[in-house]
C-alpha cells in the first residue's frame, strides 16, 4: 500500500492548503516587513500553543458527529467546567470541572440514546440550562474566576519551549485514536454512524456506545475549558462561544462525514489547524475582520466542493 | 367528527404548540397588572423578529436540512437596510423591495451551494452564515445608520398610529388598536406560505424531506423544491433583519446575537411540531412554537415578587427556567419511545 493511498484525501488536500496559507503570508511578510515570520518555529510552536483548545474541542466534537449526531452544548460545557474550577479552586476545583463534563455528557447521552430525542435541539436544551446556572452562580456575587495553578500550568507554562496545551492535545489525540481504531468502541462507533439499525441488529449495545461518545465529547470540552482559562490566565462566561462552529468546521474539513459513519482522526487535526492558521495569517496581514470571515466561509465551502460532495440522489 | 380527529391526530404537534401557546399566555395575561392591546402590540413587537427567523429554519428543516446562515442573514439585511431604509418616502418602499431580494438571493446561494454543490445544508450554511456576518461587518463595522423615525414609528405600531403619522385616517375605534405584527404575519402566512403549500413545488418539499430517493423516483423535481425551500428561507429571514431594522432604527452587525437568533430558531421549529428530519410540519407551528418561547419569558417579568413563585422572578433564573422548559417540552415527545413493540423502529 503506498502512502498516498494510505493518507487519504481530504488530509491530504488540507494538509496542501496549509502550505499554501503559510506560503502566501510569506510571500505577503517578505514583500512588506522582509522577515518571513511565518515560518518562525516560535511562531508556529504559537500557533499550535494557540489552536489547542480548537483541536481539542473539536476531538470530542467528532466523536458525536460520526454517530451521525451533534453536540449543541460544547460552549457552555467548556465555559461552565472552567467557571466551576475557578470558582471552587484547587484540585477539588479541577475535579469538579472534570465531573461537569462527565455529568453533562451523561445527560446529553441519555437524552439522546434513551429518550431519542434528535441531539441538535436536547444539547441546545442543555446548553441553555448550563448557560442559566452560570448566570445564578455569578450573578447575586462575583465568584473566584482567576485561573487556578493547574489551569495556568496546563494552558500557558511552557516546558522546553512546548506549551503544555500542545501536550495535552497530544495525549488526548492519542487516547481517541486508539479508541476509534484499536477498541471495539471505535468500530461500533463507525457502524453506528453508517447504520444504527444493523449495528443494533449486530448485538451492538448502541445506546451505550451513544452515551459514551457524548461523555468523551464533553470530557474533551472541559478539558479545553481548563487549559484555555489557564491561557487567557480567568475563565468567563462567553469563552466558550467562539468553539462551536469552528469546531464542527474543523471536523468536517478534516474529510468527516457530517451524517456520520466515516473519517479520519488526523483529518480533524489538520482542519483544527488549517482554521487557526487561516485566521492567525489573515490577522498578520492585516486583514479587517468583515473580509476574514468572508474569507473564512468562502474557504470551508471551496474545499468541501473539492472533496466532500454528496453523491446524486438517483435511486 | 372522523375528519377532525384525523386533522387533529394528523397535526398533532401544531395542536400542541396552540394549546402550550394559550395556556402559557393566558397565565401570562392572568398575572399581568395592567393588560391591554398596547400588551399586545409590546409583545408582538418582541415575537416579530423571532417568529420571522423561525419561519426561515422551518423551510430548511422541513426538506430535511439545518440552516445555520438565518440569524447572520438577518444581520445583514438589518445591516443593508440601515443604508437604503434610510430615505423618506417613496425610497423606502424601494429599500424595503431591495431587502427582501437581498434576503431572498442569498437564501437562493445557500440553495445553489447545497443542490449544486452538493455540500450538506448544515455545513453550507455554516459556512455561508460566516460570509454573511462578514458583509454586515462591511456594510456596518460600527453601529450605526438612522432610517426615518416617522416610518420606523408608524409600521412598528398599530393601525391608529400608522394613520395618524401620515395623515392616511382618524382613530379607527377598536379596530385602530389592533397592533400592526400580527397583520404582517397574517400577509405572509396568506401571500406567500398557503399559496406555496399548495403548489406542486411545496408539496415537493415535504416529499423530499421524507424520503429523497422515494420523491426522486416519483417524479419529484427535487432541485427545484430545495432551491425554493432555502430561497424562501432567505426571504423570511430577510422580512426578520427589515422588522429588526425598523424596530432598532439602525445597523448593528452584532454577531452574539445572529448566533443566539439561530439557535433559538431551532428551538421554535421543534416546539412548534416540525419534524427535525423533515417532511413533517409547517411555519404556522413555527409561529407559535417561537410564541411559547416568547410567552416563556414575559410569565418571567409579571410574576409577582411576593407570591409563593416569586422567587422564580429572578432575572438571573430566568435563562434556567427556559432551559429546563425547552429540554421538558422536546422531551415529552420520546413517550412513544416507551411505547414501541419493536425497538427497531426506533431507529428510522
Known amino acids: 500500500m503506498s502512502l498516498v493511498s494510505k493518507i487519504d484525501k481530504p488530509i491530504l488536500i488540507g494538509l496542501g492548503f496549509i502550505v499554501l496559507i503559510l506560503a502566501v503570508g510569506t510571500v505577503y511578510t517578505l514583500s512588506t516587513q522582509g522577515t518571513a515570520v511565518f515560518l518562525s518555529p516560535n511562531y508556529l510552536m504559537q500557533q499550535l500553543h494557540v489552536g489547542a483548545f480548537l483541536g481539542i474541542t473539536a476531538a470530542g466534537m467528532m466523536m458525536v458527529i460520526l454517530l451521525g449526531h451533534i453536540d449543541l452544548s460544547v460552549p457552555w460545557t467548556l465555559a461552565a467546567g472552567a467557571m466551576l474550577a475557578t470558582a471552587i479552586g484547587g484540585p477539588l476545583g479541577a475535579l469538579t470541572c472534570i465531573g461537569v463534563g462527565l455529568t453533562v455528557g451523561l445527560v446529553n447521552g441519555l437524552g439522546v440514546a434513551f429518550l431519542r430525542v434528535p441531539s441538535m435541539i436536547f444539547t441546545l436544551g442543555v446548553n441553555t440550562v448550563l448557560l442559566g446556572l452560570m448566570v445564578m452562580l455569578t450573578g447575586g456575587h462575583a465568584p473566584q474566576s482567576a485561573a487556578t495553578d493547574l489551569m495556568l500550568f496546563l494552558g500557558r507554562d511552557r516546558t522546553l519551549g512546548i506549551p503544555h496545551s500542545v501536550i495535552v492535545w497530544a495525549l488526548v489525540s492519542l487516547t481517541l485514536v486508539f479508541v476509534l481504531t484499536r477498541t471495539p468502541l471505535g468500530r461500533y462507533m463507525y457502524a453506528i454512524g453508517n447504520q444504527e439499525a444493523a449495528a443494533y441488529l449486530s448485538g451492538v449495545r448502541t445506546r451505550l456506545v451513544i452515551v459514551a461518545a457524548f461523555v468523551m465529547c464533553s470530557l474533551c470540552a472541559v478539558i479545553a475549558g481548563l487549559a484555555l482559562g489557564g491561557y487567557s490566565a480567568r475563565a468567563y462566561q462567553a469563552m466558550g462561544d467562539a468553539y462551536l462552529l469552528p469546531s464542527i468546521a474543523a471536523v468536517v474539513l478534516g474529510g468527516t462525514n457530517i451524517l456520520g459513519g466515516q473519517g479520519r482522526y488526523a483529518g480533524t487535526v489538520v482542519g483544527a489547524l488549517i482554521i487557526v492558521l487561516l485566521q492567525s495569517v489573515l490577522s498578520v496581514m492585516q486583514m479587517e475582520e468583515a473580509f476574514r470571515q468572508v474569507i473564512y466561509g468562502a474557504v470551508i465551502i471551496g474545499m468541501l466542493l473539492i472533496y466532500s460532495r454528496g453523491r446524486i440522489v438517483n435511486a | ?348
Open chain 2, 1 to 348: 367528527m372522523k375528519t377532525l380527529r384525523f386533522a387533529i391526530a394528523h397535526n398533532l404537534g401544531l395542536v400542541l404548540a396552540i394549546g402550550l401557546f394559550v395556556v402559557l399566555y393566558a397565565i401570562y395575561v392572568s398575572m399581568h397588572p395592567n393588560y391591554g392591546m398596547n400588551v399586545v402590540l409590546q409583545n408582538g413587537n418582541e415575537a416579530l423578529a423571532l417568529i420571522l427567523v423561525g419561519m426561515a429554519q422551518t423551510m430548511v428543516v422541513l426538506i430535511g436540512g439545518l440552516d445555520l446562515s438565518v440569524g447572520p442573514l438577518m444581520t445583514l439585511v438589518n445591516c443593508f437596510g440601515s443604508i437604503v431604509m434610510a430615505g423618506t418616502g417613496g425610497s423606502i418602499v424601494l429599500g424595503v423591495i431591495a431587502c427582501m431580494a437581498l434576503g431572498a438571493a442569498c437564501g437562493f446561494m445557500n440553495g445553489c451551494i447545497v443542490v449544486y454543490g452538493r455540500i450538506q445544508p448544515i455545513i453550507a450554511t455554516l459556512a455561508t452564515g460566516a460570509i454573511y456576518l462578514g458583509l454586515a461587518l462591511f456594510l456596518r463595522p460600527t453601529p450605526g445608520g438612522r432610517i426615518d423615525g416617522d416610518f420606523a414609528w408608524a409600521f412598528t405600531n398599530d393601525i391608529n398610529e400608522l394613520g395618524y403619522t401620515y395623515g392616511w385616517w382618524e382613530d379607527l375605534g377598536w379596530f385602530g388598536l389592533i397592533p400592526l405584527q400580527p397583520i404582517y404575519l397574517i400577509l405572509i402566512v396568506v401571500l406567500v406560505w398557503l399559496p406555496f403549500r399548495r403548489t406542486a413545488t411545496g408539496r415537493g418539499c415535504y416529499a423530499v424531506g421524507s424520503s429523497e430517493a422515494a420523491a426522486f423516483m416519483s417524479g419529484v423535481k427535487i432541485n427545484r423544491c430545495k432551491l425554493t425551500a432555502f430561497t424562501l428561507a432567505g426571504f423570511f429571514a430577510g422580512c426578520a433583519g427589515i422588522y429588526l431594522t425598523m424596530q432598532i432604527g439602525s445597523g448593528n452587525a452584532d454577531a452574539p446575537q445572529a448566533a443566539e437568533y439561530t439557535l433559538r430558531s431551532i428551538a421554535t421549529v421543534v416546539i412548534g411540531g416540525t419534524s427535525l428530519y423533515g417532511g413533517s410540519g409547517g411555519v404556522i407551528g413555527t409561529i407559535f412554537g417561537a410564541l411559547v418561547l416568547r410567552s416563556i419569558s414575559f410569565i418571567f417579568r409579571v410574576v409577582p415578587e411576593s407570591s409563593a413563585l416569586g422567587f422564580v422572578a429572578s432575572p438571573l433564573l430566568q435563562p434556567f427556567f427556559e432551559g429546563v422548559i425547552l429540554l421538558i417540552a422536546v422531551s415529552l415527545g420520546a413517550a412513544r419511545t416507551f411505547r414501541v413493540r419493536n425497538r427497531l423502529s426506533l431507529f428510522t
